[in-house]
């Protein structure tokens, strides 16, 4: 079975500039959550999806949206890109909302220049 | 609210030698604690955890770690560090019904 499939792995982006990234859960996982990962704040919870719908949302601004497709897949978009969101955004899934295992993708490393 | 501290931010041992990575964590409910690991460049990789019954609890690559209440921790040891357990842990509760927070790490060198 696949795990959780994250593109791209790398990214750079210009200040003020949008980016989208993706995550493909694992097959017959419905939740999905983003997290952020930099040297000075450490993990952060950005949202969370079930069934396509966003359950919670961490502490981060407007600038950071997501969604979920049908199939389960996510995407997260950040616009009004800033030098402080360079970080890597990790994805991870769970079969449900209740289930205590979450699987995590390999990241993406976005930098903004 | 839920969370996790992981003392000390490094961690260097002698292959060979005993691991013990620290966390504590702060709960008003019973907790569900986890461990992961995290290579360079990759993501995270879950360890063990901890969600109800036996205490101590059994993960991949030899590592355990114990449950105590009293305590309100969940160190995670190895009792002979390898060279490939270089990399940094990552203790996590499980907040409400759905995600994780983490504490901020702690990176593990092992000495040849």
């Known amino acids: 079975k696949a795990g959780v499939t994250q593109t791209p792995r790398y990214l750079i982006k210009t200040r003020g500039q949008q980016v989208t990234l993706s995550c493909s859960p694992i097959s017959g996982h419905r939740s999905v959550s983003w997290y952020q990962q930099t040297p000075g704040q450490g993990l952060q919870f950005l949202f969370e999806?079930?069934?396509?719908?966003?359950?919670n949302k961490g502490n981060f601004p407007g600038r950071f949206s997501g969604r979920q497709f049908s199939n389960s897949r996510s995407e997260m978009n950040v616009s009004t890109l800033e030098l402080g969101d360079s970080a890597l955004y990790l994805c991870?899934?769970?079969?449900?909302?209740?289930?205590?295992?979450?699987?995590f993708g390999q990241g993406t490393r976005l930098t903004v220049v | 609210a839920q969370s996790v501290t992981q003392l000390g931010s490094h961690v260097s041992v002698s292959e060979g030698a005993l691991v013990l990575l620290r966390c504590n964590y702060s709960?008003?409910?019973?907790?569900?604690l986890f461990w992961y690991v995290q290579y360079p460049n990759q993501g995270l990789q879950l360890l063990l955890k901890y969600t109800t019954g036996a205490t101590l609890v059994k993960g991949i690559n030899g590592f355990e770690a114990e449950f105590k209440k009293s305590e309100t921790s969940f160190h995670l040891t190895k009792p002979s560090a390898h060279m490939s357990d270089a990399a940094e842990y990552f203790c996590a509760v499980r907040v409400n019904n759905n995600d994780m927070r983490f504490g901020a790490g702690t990176r593990l060198t092992v000495k040849p």
């Open positions: 999806y079930f069934s396509e719908t966003q359950r």
């Open positions: 991870a899934s769970r079969v449900s909302r209740g289930n205590t295992e979450a699987f």
């Open positions: 709960s008003s409910v019973p907790p569900y």
